[in-house]
């Protein structure tokens, strides 16, 4: 199973971007998806995810700026980030494979991860 993470870029305060999970497997797609994200000399936090029924978790820092949802035709997991901001800088992972019916926020429970996306928001 390979996912594919794209859409990162550079950006300033207050834009957005989109970045999108392609997921290779259609059964692992149909699964839970998380996105985390990893800031230099940070941990890897969680960010968002989607479970198998749509039902979305955000973390408090981005809710009401990101929104994440799936295009099942496309096998993909998009997060939709407006409003950016500096504090918003880090690597954008996503992980699949989650099916637990409310989505999970633990690393723990994706056992499909794939490369990362850089997202750089500038002040």
């Known amino acids: 199973v390979q996912l594919q993470a794209s859409g990162g870029g550079q950006v300033l305060a207050g834009e957005s971007l989109t970045l999108a999970c392609a997921i290779s497997?259609?059964?692992?797609?149909?699964?839970?998806t998380g996105w985390f994200r990893q800031a230099p000399g940070k941990e890897r936090s969680f960010v968002a995810s989607?479970?198998?029924?749509?039902?979305?978790k955000y973390t408090d820092s981005v809710k009401g700026r990101f929104t994440i949802s799936r295009d099942k035709g496309k096998n993909t997991v998009y997060l939709q980030m407006e409003n950016l901001k500096p504090e918003d800088t880090a690597v954008y992972l996503c992980?699949?494979?989650?099916?637990?019916?409310?989505?999970?926020?633990?690393?723990?429970?994706?056992?499909?991860w794939g490369q990362g996306t850089q997202v750089t928001v500038s002040s």
């Open positions: 497997d259609r059964s692992v797609s149909e699964r839970g």
């Open positions: 992980a699949s494979g989650n099916l637990f019916i409310e989505g999970s926020s633990q690393q723990a429970d994706y056992p499909y």
């Open positions: 989607i479970s198998w029924a749509d039902a979305a």
